[in-house]
């Protein structure tokens, strides 16, 4: 979930022709209206004060909003953990309330958010990672609307095809298998489904349909966000490192969207940053 639940050590670069058109947003056209909740932290092994790191003129939890606001979404609010993350989105028209910088999780500090805000129950939450700004608007529109086609369900994510065989069986490419409604059955580190008779002589190729990545976008009912971070966490949890496995051992169902397209690049180094960089200067 919020806590980083695909990580992205090796990043997809952007599947568009040229990387300045990763900034031109698609619509999706089942949107609904929701809220985004942007968790944002300063503290980063790789990279201190990520949400403060400067892109084209803005910080760059700002321009996580701005992409934001491509969306259907009514109100967009940065959950942040210091007064500096608050100056700095005020001083740019972006809404932001302060969360407790002890907060153990995204997801934790998200639930606080929706409290302060006073979120109805019902009302549908997207968590954007605060150190997206390339996300396509159309995804976040996507998983936002899971939840007005699934009453049934309180969270969403999505997630997208796998091509390569390196990617497969990298365990910091989190998968997902699904069943036939779309819900999420299990995400794992390991390469799921296992092929047995294509992977008997090892993993040379994958199968059709292709596995699944998931991506680390989710949505959730407000009232479901509140109390996820109360569950006792799950023994498998803890095994993956994966935060959402907690939904499904308490029997939550998680709805997955599936885009056929991998997410712009996100930032963990300061590798990450200067491609980001170069794709908002070279953008009209």
């Known amino acids: 979930m919020a806590s980083r639940s695909c990580s992205r050590k090796k990043r997809a670069r952007c599947p568009t022709k040229s990387s300045s058109t990763c900034l031109r947003a698609r619509r999706w056209p089942d949107a609904v209206g929701f809220t985004v909740l942007i968790p944002a932290r300063l503290a980063s092994s790789r990279l201190p004060n990520k949400p403060l790191a400067d892109i084209a003129g803005k910080p760059m939890v700002v321009r996580v909003a701005e992409r ?9 609010v940065v959950a ?3 007064e500096a993350i608050l100056r700095a989105c005020r001083d740019h028209g972006v809404q932001a309330v302060l969360t407790d910088p002890a907060h153990p999780s995204g997801t934790d500090r998200l639930a606080e958010a929706s409290r302060v805000l006073g979120l109805p129950d019902d ?30 369900v309180p969270m969403g994510t999505a997630a997208h095809p796998l091509h390569a065989v390196e990617e497969f069986t990298n365990p910091n490419v989190v998968k997902v298998v699904t069943d036939a409604q779309g819900i999420a059955l299990y995400f794992s580190r390991a390469p799921i489904a296992w092929w047995r008779d294509g992977f008997a002589g090892g993993i040379r190729s994958l199968p059709d349909p292709a596995p699944l990545r998931h991506v680390g976008i989710y949505s959730y009912r407000a009232g479901f966000l509140r109390t996820f971070p109360a569950l006792p ?5 803890g095994l993956e490192a ?7 051992w308490h029997g939550h169902r998680i709805a997955v969207h599936v885009t056929q397209d991998a997410p712009g690049p996100g930032i963990d180094t300061p590798e990450d940053l200067e491609r980001v960089r170069a794709v908002f200067m070279a953008s009209p």
């Open 80 to 82: 942040a953990d210091s």
């Open 242 to 248: 994966l935060e959402q496995l907690r939904a499904l």
């Open 68 to 76: 934001a606001r491509g969306s259907s979404a009514t109100r967009i």
């Open 233 to 237: 966490p799950a023994p498998l949890e």
């Open 123 to 152: 009302e549908v939450v997207v968590n954007v990672q605060g150190d997206e700004p390339l996300i396509d608007p159309s995804l976040i529109d996507a998983v936002a609307a899971l939840l007005d086609q699934r009453r049934d």
